[in-house]
């Protein structure tokens, strides 16, 4: 089992930075998700398990960078640029198997999940 720990969600001021953090008992392919209040989760970015290999959704491209320390098994999701929308409690989440037929922006594709961190954004 993955244990999954994330860390670094607080309170910013739109146009504002943020750093999360997930550290991980085991080195996986990691995606980070949120969820708005309201709304459905929604996939932010992943990156595999070498690190050579990243994708994100179109709303974070350009604002948001996720990459990877493998000797410290920890995943970061740097956030900068943030506006409003991106308020929500974000998760990272861990991938061991592969994704069928590349689905990875689906929640069901990743076998373990941290317990999220706000992030609050105000205008």
């Known amino acids: 089992q993955v244990q999954l720990v994330e860390s670094g969600g607080g309170l910013v001021q739109a146009g504002g930075s943020l750093r999360l953090t997930c550290a991980a008992s085991e080195r996986t392919a990691m995606g980070w998700f949120r969820r708005a209040p309201g709304k459905e989760r929604m996939f932010v970015a992943l990156?595999?398990?070498?690190?050579?290999?990243?994708i994100y959704a179109d709303s974070v491209r350009d604002r948001f960078t996720i990459s990877r320390d493998n000797a410290a098994n920890t995943v970061y999701l740097q956030m900068s640029s943030l506006k409003p929308e991106d308020t929500a409690v974000y998760y990272c989440a861990s991938n061991s198997r592969g994704f069928t037929d590349g689905r990875y922006s689906r929640g069901e594709e990743y076998e373990y999940w941290g317990q999220g961190t706000q992030v609050t954004v105000s205008s």
């Open positions: 990156i595999n398990r070498s690190g050579g290999a990243t």
